[in-house]
């Protein structure tokens, strides 16, 4: 290759690369000027233990959402201190009024405010809730998810959790089980579980109807006029109550000393 060929080659490749550091910088302002997403802003805290993790996380979602509309730690905090009430306002109000250090670092307003309000020992909660919790008349799905949730802070192994999983569920669920053969990890557990759960809500479905016409056969049975215990029909109107008496009747059955209901020789 000549002097002049690698002079070019040389020249054309630090234009590519000013070419996509051009792109880069182009890219990353479109980004910046294209709308953020409209997120509805957390309900308000008012310092309940168990509303803590929740309000947080739907904090940190809101700053991934709109970091231009909170891009520093103090942007950060003030919006959590417009988020609080009751007594966690109540913490919160000296922080401002001292103008302390926690407004200006997140990290360390976390620390803070986890402590004060945050569950004291989340891991041992974390397993007196699990090892409560049952499937009870919700779906096997529902109570996944709760389980789920509490298994995050429980440092257990896959076959532990499997194991209390399967103790919680419903009684008609572990026995559909059976025909399943043994999981292997949790969310094959869960599977199928729910997959048990399913089938045996469409069954509870097939056989309503059924249930229903069998009700509805019996209480027409129970219903007068229809039939006697052996099917024979019943006759209604063979016997009639006695009506009122007219005032002449009822005078001549005075006079000739009869039983005023029944019209004969009293008895």
């Known amino acids: 290759m000549s002097t002049s060929d690698q002079v070019n080659v040389e020249q054309l490749i630090q234009q590519l690369q000013q070419l996509q550091l051009e792109n880069q910088q182009l890219l990353s302002t479109l980004q910046q000027r294209a709308p953020e997403p409209k997120v509805s802003l957390p309900a308000k805290f008012d310092g309940t ?3 803590f993790r ?3 996380n739907q904090v940190r979602l809101l700053f991934q959402l709109h970091p231009r509309r909170y891009p520093t730690a103090t942007s950060q905090v003030g919006l959590v201190g417009t988020l609080l009430t009751g007594s966690a306002l109540k913490w919160f109000a000296p922080l401002m009024e001292k103008s302390s ?5 997140w990290d360390l307003f976390l620390e803070e405010f986890e402590a004060t309000f945050g569950e004291p020992d989340r891991e041992r909660t974390a397993i007196t809730k699990i090892r409560r919790l049952t499937q009870g008349a919700r779906t096997a799905s529902v109570y996944a998810s709760e389980f789920c949730q509490l ?3 429980i440092g257990w192994d896959d076959a532990a959790l499997r194991d209390q999983f ?3 569920l419903r009684d008609d669920v572990k026995d559909l089980l059976l025909t399943f053969p043994d999981p292997t990890s949790l969310a094959r557990a869960i ?3 729910v997959r048990c759960d399913n089938r045996l809500f469409e069954r509870r479905q097939e056989r309503r109807p059924q249930s229903m016409a069998r009700s509805s056969a019996s209480v027409a049975r129970d219903q007068p006029g229809t039939s006697n ?3 024979e029909p019943m006759q209604v109107d063979a016997v009639r109550p006695y009506g009122p008496l007219t005032q ?3 005078q001549r059955r005075l006079q000739e000393n009869l039983c005023l209901y029944y019209g004969q020789s009293r008895h």
């Open 49 to 51: 233990r168990s509303q």
């Open 248 to 250: 002449a009747e009822r």
């Open 166 to 168: 399967r103790h919680g």
């Open 54 to 56: 929740g309000f947080i």
């Open 101 to 105: 250090s926690l407004l200006n670092s």
């Open 151 to 153: 298994m995050c802070d």
């Open 191 to 193: 599977s199928n579980a």
């Open 229 to 231: 215990p052996e099917g």
